[in-house]
Nanobody, 119 residues
Framework: QVQLVESGGGLVQAGDSLRLSCAAS????????MGWFRQAPGMEREFVAG????????RYADSVKGRFTISRDIAKNTVYLQMNSLKPEDTAVYYC????????????WGQGTQVTVSS
């Protein structure tokens, strides 16, 4: 089992930045690829970003490329999502997830953190 706890969400204005954190506990952190998904009201949950087990490979949804950066600190068992130039359409609940690879996420999920971007 892996437990994931997100933090860092909040209410910001368009153009602002936020950094989300996801602290992992349980099994060895480096055994898992990590990622972020988001879900806006009335919408399906969608992929945002993923990072490989040791951080050598990252991938992003087209909608966030160039604005969001995913990273991980293995020593701290934490994965981050730096979000810059936020837009109102980024408003959603953001979920941290762990999986066997950055292409196969979703084995474990956090409870989510709300990000609201006002125009």
């Amino acid at each position: 089992q892996v437990q994931l706890v997100e933090s860092g969400g909040g209410l910001v204005q368009a153009g602002d930045s936020l950094r989300l954190s996801c602290a992992a506990s349980g099994r060895t952190f480096s055994n898992y690829a990590m990622g972020w998904f988001r879900q806006a009201p009335g919408m399906e949950r969608e992929f945002v970003a993923g990072i490989s087990r040791f951080g050598s490979t990252t991938r992003y949804a087209d909608s966030v490329k160039g604005r969001f950066t995913i990273s991980r600190d293995i020593a701290k068992n934490t994965v981050y999502l730096q979000m810059n130039s936020l837009k109102p359409e980024d408003t959603a609940v953001y979920y941290c997830t762990a999986g066997s690879s950055s292409l196969k996420l979703g084995d474990y999920w956090g409870q989510g953190t709300q990000v609201t971007v006002s125009s």
